[in-house]
């Protein structure tokens, strides 16, 4: 699976972006998909994660009832809706697939190449 993540920029605190996730590969909806991020200096962090069905997702504390993430398996795409952005949300933002399971730490299978998301306060 290879992955190729989009939809990043510069925005204000209080805007939204969303960010997608292509997958090139036959086994994408074989694979539970996920979105961390990685800050200056600071360690690649969880961010949510989806099921290979979409019918559970994840979130981390930090961004619960602000991001949805969701999946088109007919597309292979997974989506990042990120709302009411804060200038802690600040980072690079990568998509990762693990085969079967639910990725809630860095321990996946594939990662995309990182789309940076830079909120202004």
């Known amino acids: 699976v290879q992955l190729q993540a989009s939809g990043g920029g510069l925005v204000q605190a209080g805007d939204s972006l969303r960010l997608s996730c292509a997958a090139s590969?036959?086994?994408?909806?074989?694979?539970?998909m996920g979105w961390f991020r990685q800050a200056p200096g600071k360690e690649r962090e969880f961010v949510a994660s989806?099921?290979?069905?979409?019918?559970?997702?994840y979130y981390a504390d930090s961004v619960k009832g602000r991001f949805t993430i969701s999946r088109d398996n007919a597309k292979m795409t997974v989506f990042l809706q990120m709302n009411s952005l804060k200038s802690e949300d600040t980072a690079v933002y990568y998509c990762?697939?693990?085969?079967?399971?639910?990725?809630?730490?860095?321990?996946?299978?594939?990662w995309g190449r990182g789309t940076q998301v830079t909120v202004s306060s």
């Open positions: 590969g036959r086994t994408f909806s074989r694979h539970g």
């Open positions: 989806i099921s290979m069905s979409g019918g559970s997702t």
């Open positions: 990762a697939a693990r085969a079967i399971l639910v990725p809630t730490t860095t321990s996946v299978d594939y």
